[in-house]
């Protein structure tokens, strides 16, 4: 079966930098979306960039020209690097998949809604202090 595994998750002091990674196996086709979500303590998952299987990408307004998501297909790996991160960066962050569809493209909205993804890693934390 599918599985995620996340890695790269830390402290860090607002301003630096950190690099997420989500190591996938267990399928064979290389057109699902991928996606980067993000759940802090008393709110809902939202979602923070995703990347569909042709390649667009849509980031979620407030992580916009900070953030970067990119895939490794060859490699069936996907990665977040978060520069310039804000004390409202801090949350839990999970890595997506969706196998719901062999479509390769998919609307923005879609790459950024938890309701379009069917599996989960198991997240890694993400501290920013101010």
């Known amino acids: 079966q599918v599985q995620l595994v996340e890695s790269g998750g830390g402290s860090v002091q607002a301003g630096g930098s950190l690099r997420l990674s989500c190591a996938a196996s267990?399928?064979?086709?290389?057109?699902?979306?991928m996606g980067w979500f993000r759940q802090a303590p008393g709110k809902e998952r939202e979602g923070v960039a995703g990347?569909?299987?042709?390649?667009?990408?849509s980031y979620a307004d407030s992580v916009k020209d900070r953030f970067t998501i990119s895939r490794d297909n060859a490699k069936k790996t996907f990665s977040l690097q978060m520069n310039s991160l804000k004390s409202e960066d801090t949350a839990m962050y999970y890595c997506?998949?969706?196998?719901?569809?062999?479509?390769?493209?998919?609307?923005?909205?879609?790459?950024?809604?938890?309701?379009?993804?069917?599996?989960w890693g198991q997240g890694t934390q993400v501290t920013v202090s101010s």
């Open positions: 997506a998949i969706s196998t719901l569809t062999q479509r390769p493209d998919r609307d923005w909205w879609q790459l950024l809604s938890p309701y379009e993804y069917n599996h």
């Open positions: 267990g399928y064979t086709y290389s057109g699902y979306s």
């Open positions: 990347i569909d299987g042709n390649g667009a990408i």
